[in-house]
């Protein structure tokens, strides 16, 4: 997940604060500081805010597409082989979206079982 910025101090814009993290960055910055992985989310915090908020956007769209599903080869390969290996796998989810990640054959407890859900790091 990006930083959310915007302008705390309308007098100043020069600075600019995530509101997520609260991290803030000078408007001079590179586009990649700009466009930055968002600290709140490499540290797990992803509000529950947020994460209802994930999960109701992806499942209303995986219901209005008629709900398909990944086979378990491609469950079983993204699960194990991109998932498990990698930094924000955490527990059972993703640190980033939040989302469930697992091997379950239920698209509503597993994210990578919902046809119409993507890594939101683009691994799959
Ligand atoms: S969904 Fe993407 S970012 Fe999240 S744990 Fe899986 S590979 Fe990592």
């Known amino acids: 997940m990006q930083c959310q910025f915007y302008i705390p101090d309308k007098s100043n814009s020069l ?3 995530c509101r997520l993290c609260e991290q803030e960055i000078s408007i001079d910055q ?3 500081k700009i466009y930055a992985n968002c600290k ?3 540290n797990n ?3 529950l805010t947020e994460k ?3 999960y109701t956007k992806a499942t209303k769209q995986w219901i209005k597409k008629g709900s398909p599903k990944r086979t378990n080869e491609e469950v079983n390969h993204i699960y194990d082989d991109i998932c498990k290996p990698c930094k924000y796998f955490k527990g059972k989810s993703c640190k980033l979206c939040g989302c469930r990640v697992s091997k379950s054959k239920s698209g509503l407890t597993n994210k990578i079982r919902m046809a119409t ?3 939101p790091i683009k691994k799959w």
């Open 15 to 17: 600075i600019k604060k």
């Open 30 to 32: 590179l586009p990649e």
């Open 40 to 42: 709140q989310s490499e």
């Open 45 to 47: 915090n992803i509000h």
């Open 52 to 54: 209802i908020k994930n």
């Open 117 to 119: 859900e993507n890594c």
